[in-house]
């Protein structure tokens, strides 16, 4: 089992950034698929990026590439997402997930363990 801490949220201006962090305790990041979700109020939750176990290849949803990478620092069991040129329409509650799952899920309801959220809010 693993539990999940995302923090790094807040209010930013447009074209600003942020770096949302996910701390892990329990079992080591290497035994799960790790992924960010993003939901937007009266929207279902979206992923929008991924590491497979092992930490290569990781995946990322057009609509944000080039603006958001995802990594991981497996020294201290902690996720992470920058997010670079920040729009209004990135305002959501960020999440961070792990799934037991050997493949990488896109769907939310793959993840097995969540933390509790983080708001991000981008001011026009």
């Known amino acids: 089992q693993v539990q999940l801490v995302e923090s790094g949220g807040g209010l930013v201006q447009a074209g600003g950034s942020l770096r949302l962090s996910c701390a892990a305790s329990?079992?080591?990041?290497?035994?799960?698929?790790m992924a960010w979700f993003r939901q937007a109020p009266g929207k279902e939750r979206e992923l929008l990026a991924a590491?497979?176990?092992?930490?290569?290849?990781?995946y990322i949803i057009d609509s944000v590439k080039g603006r958001f990478t995802i990594s991981m620092d497996n020294t201290k069991n902690t996720l992470y997402l920058q997010m670079n040129k920040l729009k209004p329409e990135d305002t959501a509650v960020y999440y961070c997930?792990?799934?037991?799952?050997?493949?990488?899920?896109?769907?939310?309801?793959?993840?097995?363990?969540w933390g509790q959220g983080t708001q991000v809010t981008v001011s026009s």
């Open positions: 590491i497979p176990r092992g930490g290569s290849n990781t």
């Open positions: 997930a792990a799934s037991i799952a050997f493949l990488m899920p896109t769907r939310a309801g793959s993840y097995d363990y």
């Open positions: 329990g079992r080591s990041f290497s035994n799960y698929v």
